[in-house]
């Protein structure tokens, strides 16, 4: 399904037809797309079983990002690439397409199952190292080519953005939780159906954009992470139901 969605997007892109030529509009939707596409998911999960395979996921997903960054730098060195150049090329092989596996997992009914979990979590701490790599990535850039960045402006940019993760998922974990299912089961006793759909989408995307405005975290983390606290609700069948 994957590869016929890529095909479709390119045939019918300005790069080929022309069917689609306002690239800003079909970006807005593919996130949507996203948005929704990972808050489904996150309502068929719950946040005990991350935390039941941290052990595994946490040291893998960081050691398989080092191996697999390291590997693509020395690559790219041989091939005459600079080595920040190198660096970047070796970080983007080093993470994996999370709305892909996501969508390849659900498509085997692997999604709940332990091998299933681990792949989430894994993925979960790949988008998380890749929001600190992409906010280090400016002030070190210039590094190799002599430029000035300073290592306290290092440190306090990452310093930042780990609080900003943090933040994320302390205000998740603690102001979520209070909020989704209370909100929900509000709307729920006013007997509206088409209130209770309004109401599950603006969460998945009220989420997902206050996720990457207030934390710089990306909308399809924001989604999912929303749609694992719904899970907690036995509003959640009929959510999903409803998306």
């Known amino acids: 399904t994957i590869i016929g ?12 037809l022309g069917l689609v030529e306002v690239r800003q509009v079909l970006e807005v939707f593919a996130e949507i797309g996203v948005i929704f596409l990972l808050f ?7 946040i005990e079983d991350l935390f039941a395979v941290r052990k595994i996921a946490v040291p893998g997903a960081v050691a398989q990002i ?6 693509g730098a020395v690559m790219a ?5 600079s080595w920040g150049a190198g660096i970047v090329f070796g970080m983007s092989l080093s993470v994996a397409s999370t709305v892909v596996l996501l969508r390849a997992l659900q ?21 998380l190292a890749m929001v600190v790599a ?4 400016p002030p070190i850039a210039g590094v190799p080519n002599g430029e000035s960045a300073g290592g306290s402006a290092i440190a306090a940019t990452f310093g930042i953005t780990l609080l900003k993760i943090a933040g994320f998922i302390a205000f998740m974990l603690l102001v979520g939780r209070r909020i989704i299912p209370a909100a929900l089961h509000w709307v729920a006793h006013t007997g509206s159906r088409e209130l209770f759909r309004l109401s599950v989408l603006a969460i998945a995307l ?8 207030l934390f710089d975290v990306s909308f399809a983390l924001g989604a999912f992470f929303a749609g694992m606290i719904l899970s907690e609700s036995e509003l959640s ?4 139901n409803e998306t």
């Open 40 to 46: 489904g998911l996150g309502l068929h999960f719950c």
């Open 107 to 127: 498509a085997r009914d692997l999604v709940n199952t332990e091998r299933g979990r681990i792949a989430v979590g894994w993925l979960i701490v790949e988008d």
């Open 5 to 16: 969605e890529i095909h479709a997007g390119f045939h019918a892109g300005p790069a080929l």
């Open 134 to 137: 992409l906010v280090l990535l």
């Open 237 to 240: 069948q009929r959510a999903a």
């Open 206 to 213: 009220g989420f997902a954009y206050g996720a990457a405005m």
């Open 77 to 81: 060195h041989w091939w005459g690439w």
């Open 66 to 71: 080092a191996v697999a960054t390291a590997f």
